[in-house]
C-alpha cells in the first residue's frame, strides 16, 4: 500500500473514528484491523489512492458518527461516493431495518455501486469470511452460536455478493478469492 499524504490521512481518519471498537473474532481484535486488512486486499491489486482511502473508510458511515459530508469535506467526493456505496442503510423511511432487510439494501447499493466500490465490498466479504474461517479453525462449532445470526444467512448474503462480483467481474483477482473462501465457508456448514 503507497504512503501518500491521503492514505496516511485516511489511516489516522479511520483509526481516530474506530477507537475502542473491537472486532468479535479470535479473541478480540481492535476493529481497525478490519478496515485495514480491506484496504491492503484492494491496493494489492493497484488501486488508487482514493479507493484505498475508501476501503480504509468503508465502515465509518455503518459504525462511528461520521457523516458523509465529513469525508467529502476531509478527502473528496469521491471517497464519499464509494463509501456510500459500500454502507448498509439501517433505517429507511423512518423504520429501523432488519439484519435481512439491511443485507437486501446492501446487495442493491452494490448491484449499482461502480467497478471501485465493487472491489472495496468484495474485499471486505473476504476479510468477513476469512475471519469467520479462522476463528471456526480454533473453536470449531461453537463459533456458529457466538454470530448474530444463522451461518445459512451469511452463507446467503456472501454468495449475492459472489454473484454480482462473477457477473461483473468475473476475472478479477478478488472475485476469485472471494469465489474461494465462499467455497470454505460453504464447507463448514456440511460439517
Same mark, same amino acid.
Given at each position: 500500500?503507497?504512503?501518500?499524504?491521503?492514505?496516511?490521512?485516511?489511516?489516522?481518519?479511520?483509526?481516530?473514528?474506530?477507537?475502542?471498537?473491537?472486532?468479535?473474532?479470535?479473541?478480540?481484535?481492535?476493529?481497525?484491523?478490519?478496515?485495514?486488512?480491506?484496504?491492503?486486499?484492494?491496493?494489492?491489486?493497484?488501486?488508487?489512492?482514493?479507493?484505498?482511502?475508501?476501503?480504509?473508510?468503508?465502515?465509518?458511515?455503518?459504525?462511528?458518527?461520521?457523516?458523509?459530508?465529513?469525508?467529502?469535506?476531509?478527502?473528496?467526493? %469521491?471517497?464519499?461516493?464509494?463509501? #456510500? +456505496?459500500?454502507? &448498509?442503510?439501517? $433505517?429507511?423511511?423512518?423504520?429501523? *431495518?432488519?439484519? /435481512?432487510?439491511?443485507?437486501?439494501?446492501?446487495?442493491?447499493?452494490?448491484?449499482?455501486?461502480?467497478?471501485?466500490?465493487?472491489?472495496?465490498?468484495?474485499? %471486505?466479504?473476504?476479510?468477513?469470511? #476469512? +475471519?469467520?474461517? &479462522?476463528?471456526? $479453525?480454533?473453536?470449531?462449532?461453537? *463459533?456458529?452460536? /457466538?454470530?448474530?445470526?444463522?451461518?445459512?444467512?451469511?452463507?446467503?448474503?456472501?454468495?449475492?455478493?459472489?454473484?454480482?462480483?462473477?457477473?461483473?467481474?468475473?476475472?478479477?483477482?478478488?472475485?476469485?478469492?472471494?469465489? &474461494?473462501?465462499?467455497?470454505?465457508?460453504?464447507?463448514?456448514?456440511?460439517?
Amino acid at each position: 500500500m503507497n504512503h501518500t499524504p491521503q492514505i496516511k490521512k485516511a489511516i489516522q481518519f479511520a483509526a481516530r473514528k474506530h477507537h475502542g471498537q473491537m472486532r468479535i473474532v479470535r479473541g478480540k481484535l481492535p476493529y481497525i484491523v478490519h478496515p485495514f486488512s480491506v484496504a491492503i486486499l484492494v491496493a494489492e491489486d493497484g488501486a488508487s489512492d482514493d479507493v484505498v482511502t475508501a476501503a480504509l473508510l468503508h465502515d465509518t458511515l455503518e459504525d462511528t458518527d461520521t457523516t458523509r459530508e465529513e469525508i467529502a469535506k476531509v478527502f473528496n467526493e %469521491d471517497v464519499a461516493v464509494l463509501v #456510500e +456505496s459500500v454502507s &448498509e442503510i439501517k $433505517e429507511k423511511n423512518e423504520h429501523t *431495518l432488519s439484519w /435481512h432487510e439491511r443485507k437486501n439494501e446492501y446487495i442493491a447499493l452494490v448491484e449499482r455501486a461502480s467497478d471501485d466500490a465493487l472491489l472495496i465490498a468484495i474485499a %471486505d466479504k473476504i476479510d468477513n469470511t #476469512e +475471519s469467520r474461517l &479462522e476463528e471456526y $479453525e480454533q473453536e470449531g462449532e461453537s *463459533l456458529l452460536k /457466538h454470530w448474530g445470526q444463522p451461518n445459512e444467512e451469511y452463507l446467503w448474503f456472501h454468495g449475492e455478493v459472489l454473484k454480482i462480483a462473477e457477473e461483473r467481474l468475473p476475472d478479477h483477482r478478488l472475485t476469485k478469492r472471494l469465489a &474461494e473462501v465462499h467455497a470454505q465457508e460453504k464447507a463448514i456448514s456440511t460439517q
